[in-house]
């Protein structure tokens, strides 16, 4: 039997109305944006937009649709994340529709309709997903049930940096479009690149763009240099998470993917892991209805729909709150050249010896992706700062890899072949409270791993190795800390979400700072839809 869901999407400036098919076919996809004259979206005006247009654009899609209000058999709404005012009009115009026409009503999650529909548009089974927007910047893939977030922004967003340079240095909103066309005539200027393990932090490069602006830098030599060095981290830590999945498909989703840049060098990224790269079309990628009515497909198949009272609006609705139990999970495994041992997102790590002894060379190839001015720093002085790190490790009797030989010029360290297994392949209760042990030994001489991953420590000989410093760096800060611990934690969720939180409150037993727990907990907070 075929269903029919009319969606309504208002999380933030744009409302629409869609509906869909249990088929997956479009019937119809209406909508309105708020262009605001000045500053950024007001919770309140943004409000009074939707409840004057909503009304307006559920008659409208019927209309297209050529179908009529007793054709409809599910009610779908964004149930958050988004702004509070704005969430609030929609779950109110979505419950007086379902009590007045006695139909089914669903609230759905924002961020999965946007996966979810990008799939139905290009066939992608099972992706890591970049999706970027004005309020949301993650890395998405399926694992353990749930979509888990391997990787987010730790502070604003990358669509709401770009509109918040454009509203500082007079170019207007959006400031994508604008900083998008005025960087085709720029040239790079060096501007902080911020990735922290699996996380970014666009912050601070906002505000150095807007103090090159400010000293009379050319505004396309700015805007050039933002728009790279934002994508360049995106689209890192987007192969850092393919890297570690080991799937075979990337997709693009959300407003930011208008930006033809991004586009290429994310396709650049898949194609260089030998990864199949998928984007929706256009209307799909921005806020829409038609994501909102599938998801309330998807989500009343498996099940049913919700009671009136759950269908209370919540404004910080986590992406890997959500049970989903409709995916595939298995995976064409991406293959390897024999002289491979792992592609990295960092590098390559290939077979080699030294004076007769086992050894592997990591190999910091190149990024197609990134202009060399970006590329040859980060190569560079991540080569540099990891074979320190390596040494200084050991002084505080944590055991990595013996160092045999830097080559600045290529941008390689040769290292000590471990034989072992990774650690996610035989994690338990006594490996994760040794990894605490092992992790605050790292941190009391504020060396910031930057990766702890379980694919980044092995059990060889019954001892743990800490491997991969590439994104490792010193630090005092607890804050640095506190990020390398919750870098472990959302790789935990990766390997079994039912098991992540135990293993987890048994490294941090194993750590032995209760404190830092505050400050993890203050990280966790952050990067999502608050403004």
Known sequence: MILISLGIEGTAEKTGVGIVDSDGNILAMVGKQLFPEEGGIHPRIAAEHHAEWIPKLIPQALED???????????????????????????????????SLKKPIIGVNHCIGHV????????????????????NSQVIAYESGRYRIFGETLDIAVGNCLDHFGRETGLGHPGGPVIEKLAKQGSYVDLPYVVKGMDFSFSGLLSAAIREVQKGTPMEDVCFSLQETAFSMLVEVTERALSHTQKDEVMLCGGVSANSRLREMLRTMSEEHGAKFYMPEMKLCGDNGVM???????????FGPMDLSQTGIIQRFRTDEVDIPWIDNSKTYLKLSDDLIAKGAESNIVKSTYLGERAVIKDRIPKGYRIA?????????????????????KRVGVRTPVLYDVDLNRKAITMEEIDGVMVKEVINDDLAFRMGEEISKLHSADIIHGDITTSNIMLADGDLVFIDFGLGRYSQ????KAV??????????????????????LVLEGYGDESIVNVIKDIESRGRYTH
């Open 116 to 135: 979810e529909v990008g799939k139905l548009d290009t066939g992608a089974v099972n992706p890591v997903s970049l999706y970027v927007s004005g309020g």
């Open 484 to 505: 390398d611990l919750l870098v472990l934690k959302k790789s935990l969720q990766s390997i079994d979400y039912g098991l992540a939180l135990k293993y987890f409150d």
């Open 373 to 393: 001015e970006i590329d040859d720093k980060i190569r560079r002085a991540r080569a540099k700062e990891e074979a320190k790190l390596l040494s200084d490790a």
């Open 292 to 302: 909102i009515a599938w998801l309330g497909l998807l989500m009343c198949r498996q």
């Open 477 to 480: 800060l607890r804050e640095d």
């Open 65 to 99: 649709s050529g179908l009529s209000y007793d054709d409809i058999d599910l009610i779908s709404f964004s149930q958050g994340p988004g702004l509070g005012p704005a969430l609030r009009i929609v779950a109110t115009s979505a419950r007086s529709l379902a009590l």
